[in-house]
């Protein structure tokens, strides 16, 4: 058994925390970039998507 400290981490593009790997990204941890999806959400309307706060005046 792994112990959790074992587990590689990251760095959330957003919040600049450190995460660590889990299972349900197990396929696909080479494109996980946020902690979670509120990061995520929070990311992309910061980056000037349409419906964003950056894009409005």
Request: charged share 30%.
């Amino acid at each position: 058994m792994r112990r959790k400290a074992d587990l590689p981490q990251k760095i959330c593009l957003h919040c600049a925390r450190p995460f660590t790997w889990r299972r349900k990204w197990a396929r696909d941890w080479d494109q996980v970039r946020y902690c979670s999806a509120r990061c995520r959400g929070a990311g992309q309307t910061q980056r000037g998507h349409p419906g964003g706060k950056a894009a409005q005046p």
